[in-house]
T-cell receptor
């Protein structure tokens, strides 16, 4: 099956710093989503981005489907950005395969 | 829309008991997914329904697990009998065809 690798596995930032999270996948996909799992365990949708670039406030994402990777950019990080960031790619029928996640800690 | 609704939010049960988890997908969505999250295995797909029909149950760990979707607005995941290794957070998600999937708040299951 498809493999999803996320990097880095852990990231500690000072409040206000910028960061880039990466997601590599092993095969063609018809769906790619980024999620933020907050400290309460909720999976929050950040981006639905099978290809191209999107921005939402301080967050933006880019997927280069032909090269099988996606990037999530967080600018001016805040403590509320802490949590786990997951990349998930969709195989047939929108079955999502999740990466192991990036644990982000933002310090004030 | 209220989003994907799961119940209960927390469940503690004794080994050997039957456990039933419930999910109401977003109205109008025709695909429904059950996922399980553990520290060891991360987030993994258990079963996937499309138009109320089970399409892929290859992720269901063993015969103790079963899932049903009697109509477009309700699904259950049942574990019988439950074992301590079933302790995990179970998520339900829904989507419209192959578009963006949305997750419920999850059910944290503890089997003692």
């Amino acid at each position: 099956g498809i493999q999803v690798e996320q990097s880095p596995p852990d990231l500690i930032l000072q409040e206000g710093a910028n960061s880039t999270l990466r997601c590599n996948f092993s095969d063609s996909v018809n769906n790619l989503q980024w999620f933020h799992q907050n400290p309460w365990g909720q999976l929050i949708n950040l981006f639905y981005i099978p290809s191209g670039t999107k921005q939402n406030g301080r967050l933006s994402a880019t997927t280069v489907a032909t090269e099988r990777y996606s990037l999530l950019y967080i600018s001016s990080s805040q403590t509320t950005d802490s949590g786990v960031y997951f990349c998930a790619v969709g195989e047939y029928g929108n079955k999502l395969v999740f990466g192991a996640g990036t644990i982000l800690r933002v310090k004030s | 829309d209220a989003g994907v609704i799961q119940s209960p939010r927390h469940e503690v049960t004794e080994m050997g008991q039957e456990v039933t988890l419930r999910c109401k997908p977003i109205s109008g969505h025709n695909s429904l997914f059950w996922y399980r999250q553990t520290m060891m295995r991360g987030l993994e797909l258990l079963i996937y329904f499309n138009n109320n029909v089970p399409i892929d149950d290859s992720g269901m760990p063993e015969d103790r697990f079963s899932a049903k979707m009697p109509n477009a607005s309700f699904s259950t995941l049942k574990i019988q009998p439950s074992e301590p290794r079933d302790s995990a957070v179970y998520f339900c998600a829904s989507s419209l065809e192959d578009t963006e999937a949305f997750f419920g708040q999850g059910t944290r299951l503890t089997v003692v």
